[in-house]
C-alpha cells in the first residue's frame, strides 16, 4: 500500500510563494516518474509540472520561469516551488507518482492567491 501525503498549501498574495511538498510511503521500492497537477472549479485536472527519476523536468507553459519542481529521491518526496504566483494559479494541487508500474494521487492541498 503506497500513500502520497501533500503539505505546503494555503493563502497568499498576489506575488508572493509556497512551498508544496509530497512525501511518498509504504511498500516502495523505487519511484518513476513524480508530479504537480492541479485543479479550479469547473476545470479539469492539468500537469504543473513533472520530474522524472533522472531528474528530466517539464513545466506548464503558464508556470514556467515561476515554478520549480524538485525530488529527493532518499526521502521518497516532491516538492514544487512556486514564485510570482497569480490568481490563477488558484487550485487544488495534486501530487502524482507512477510506482512500479501503477499510478498513484495525493489527497490534494488548496492553494488561494488573493489579496
Known amino acids: 500500500q503506497v500513500q502520497l501525503v501533500e503539505s505546503g498549501g494555503g493563502l497568499v498574495q498576489p506575488g508572493g510563494s509556497l512551498r508544496l511538498s509530497c512525501a511518498a510511503s509504504?511498500?516502495?521500492?523505487?519511484?518513476?516518474?513524480m508530479a504537480w497537477y492541479r485543479q479550479a472549479p469547473g476545470n479539469q485536472r492539468d500537469l504543473v509540472a513533472a520530474?522524472?527519476?533522472?531528474?528530466?523536468?517539464n513545466y506548464a507553459d503558464s508556470v514556467k520561469g515561476r515554478f520549480t519542481i524538485s525530488r529527493d529521491n532518499a526521502r521518497n518526496t516532491v516538492y514544487l516551488q512556486m514564485n510570482s504566483l497569480k490568481p490563477e494559479d488558484t487550485a487544488v494541487y495534486y501530487c502524482?507518482?507512477?510506482?512500479?508500474?501503477?499510478?498513484?494521487w495525493g489527497q490534494g492541498t488548496q492553494v488561494t492567491v488573493s489579496s
Open positions: 520530474i522524472t527519476s533522472g531528474a528530466g523536468t
Open positions: 502524482y507518482a507512477q510506482i512500479g508500474g501503477f499510478k498513484y
Open positions: 509504504g511498500s516502495i521500492f523505487s519511484i518513476n516518474a
